[in-house]
């Protein structure tokens, strides 16, 4: 009896060591099949590929960035073309890498099928939606490179859109990258859609008992004075009685068009200190706050 308990047990024990011995020569196959798709020679020549793409859009954005601050006019198309010129570059290079570093057969096909369904499933499910979302806005186009917009509370000019996010260059000089399917759901105010003017609102408050035509008139001329105006579009100064905290006054509403997004601060900073300056000298005054009795 303990003869044949012994011999089944080396029986299970030689079985156990076949079955890892096949399993063993079944990876090494695999390997193997793997190595064989891979065109060793064309690897060399991938990395010389990726280098240049990489030293080509350098050089591009340093061209657009040079072209751009020299003729303004000329900022916006350009930075339109730059973002196209990119997603049209990566996507060559990534074509031209796996054409020259795989061998492509129904094996290779089957391969990338399986991996890319496994990696949008699980592990690449955000990068492929930023992805698809990023095709969205470059058909649909809510925003254009160069354009100042208002986006979950941060305001600046967009400067590249890519094939994962859009970056946005705040007015503060910080970078803010934004993944692209967040723009699916959320609201994106533009404020010049692809011009190069746009238009600035600046409040003003003035007493009940102050002369209103006169401030108004006061904020059309210091407007339409600037050096930063842009004057094909009109300059426009609206009325309204509020009420803030505890007292009236007298708002006045200016909205005029900066020649230049980039000049929308230091316009808005010249019209105040006009309007300031003028109000001072005709004795225009600020409401009077009414004080809370005790």
């Known amino acids: 009896m303990s003869k044949i308990l012994g011999i089944a047990l080396l029986t299970l024990l030689l079985q156990s060591q076949l079955a890892i011995a096949a399993e063993e020569v079944v990876n090494v196959e695999s390997i193997q099949q793997f190595a064989s798709l891979i065109r060793w020679s064309g690897v060399f020549f991938s990395i010389l590929v990726i280098a240049a793409t990489w030293l080509l859009i350098k050089f591009m954005n340093s061209m657009v960035e040079s072209i751009g601050g020299q003729f303004v006019q000329y900022r916006m198309v350009l930075q339109k073309v730059q973002s196209f010129l990119q997603f049209f570059i990566y996507m060559s290079a990534g074509l031209v ?3 020259m570093s795989f061998r492509i057969n129904d094996h290779i096909l089957a391969l990338i099928g399986g991996t890319l369904a496994v990696s949008v499933g699980f592990a690449l499910k955000d990068l492929a939606a930023s992805f698809i979302a990023g095709l969205t806005v470059m058909i649909d186009r809510p925003f254009q490179v160069g354009d100042r917009v208002t986006f979950e509370g941060n305001y600046g000019d967009i400067i590249t859109i890519g094939l994962r996010s859009v970056r946005m260059r705040t007015l503060n000089d910080d970078i803010i990258t934004i993944p692209n399917n967040k723009f699916l759901n959320e609201v994106t105010t533009s404020g010049n859609y692809g011009a190069l003017d746009m238009q600035v609102v600046i409040p003003f408050y003035v007493g009940m008992d ?3 035509t006169l401030a108004r008139d006061l904020i059309q001329e210091a407007a339409s004075s600037s050096r930063y105006i842009h ?13 803030t905290d505890n007292y009236l006054a007298i708002q006045l509403t200016c909205k005029a068009y900066v020649v230049d997004t980039a000049y929308e ?21 600020p409401p009077k706050i009414a004080l809370a009795s005790s």
Not at 231 to 243: A, R
Not at 265 to 285: A, C, N, P, Y
């Open 231 to 243: 004057l094909p579009k009109p300059v426009t100064v609206l009325v309204k009685q509020t009420i």
């Open 210 to 212: 102050e002369d209103i």
């Open 97 to 99: 890498v796996f054409m």
């Open 265 to 285: 601060k230091l316009f808005e900073t010249d019209i105040t200190l006009r309007v300031m300056k003028e109000f001072k000298k005709h004795g225009i005054k």
